[in-house]
């Protein structure tokens, strides 16, 4: 397992249409995150899973986004009717949870750049 | 709720020279806390965490973190900036021992002056 991956790295699409992003988890990690990321900002918290639940959701996240991660596996984020703000790096991280240190430490993948022209 | 502020957006060092970036946090809770560094079109990597163990921590790369609950601060050092070190860098809070969801501040750009 090479770490997580997303799918694409890049999407350039119209306003209006639809986009759903992928995420694949490392396999052992049963949590994952989704956050967005502009343009000289840090990462926002969009929504986040354990294993197939979806445990919270940024209030970010209006009723045109949805994730969903059916199998515990991997995931994917879809946006509706895009709109230019929706302009963003969409980063995907998991994660074992809460470790015998206390923390929960998150590894990023590469991110899905969304371009709505 | 927990929250965390990068004082400087833009930083600029030479290179050879100590690096100091900062960032203060609030939380309800013990604090977990990390920096992530950010390199151009890479991906975001872990420097280092805090996890009540020690309050001086020790990353990759040769930065150091130490973790003051008086000042609620947890500042990002290097003795001596590379050029390589030039990224966008990114403090990051959660809650110690619990599942909350992690939040990372606006980040601080560090430039390299040769």
């Known amino acids: 397992d090479t770490g997580v991956s997303q799918d694409p790295r890049h999407k350039i699409t119209k306003r209006g249409q639809n986009v759903t992003f992928r995420c694949d988890p490392i396999?052992?990690?049963?949590?994952l995150y989704w956050y967005r990321q502009t343009l000289g900002q840090g990462p926002e918290f969009l929504t986040y899973f354990q294993n197939e639940a979806q445990l919270e959701k940024s209030r970010l996240l209006s009723d045109r986004f949805s994730a969903e991660r059916p199998k515990g596996s991997f995931s994917t984020l879809e946006i509706q009717r895009t709109e230019q703000g929706d302009s963003a790096m969409y980063l995907c991280a998991s994660s074992l949870g809460v470790g015998p240190s206390g923390a929960n430490v998150l590894t990023f993948g590469a991110g899905s750049r969304l371009t709505v022209l | 709720a927990q929250s965390v502020t990068q004082l400087d957006s833009h930083v600029s060092v030479s290179e050879g020279t100590p690096v100091l970036l900062r960032c203060n946090y609030s939380?309800?809770?013990?604090?977990?806390l990390f920096w992530y560094v950010q390199h151009p079109n890479k991906g975001l990597q872990l420097l280092l965490k805090?996890?009540?163990?020690?309050?001086l921590v020790k990353g990759i790369n040769g930065f150091e973190a130490e973790f003051k609950k008086s000042e609620t601060s947890f500042h990002l050092t290097k003795p001596s900036a590379h050029m390589s070190d030039a990224a966008e860098y990114f403090c990051?809070?959660?809650?110690?021992?619990?599942?909350?969801?992690?939040?990372f501040g606006k980040g601080t750009r560090l430039h390299i002056l040769p």
């Open positions: 990051v809070v959660s809650n110690m021992n619990r599942d909350d969801k992690i939040i």
């Open positions: 396999s052992e990690h049963n949590r």
């Open positions: 939380s309800s809770y013990s604090p977990s």
């Open positions: 805090y996890t009540s163990a020690a309050t």
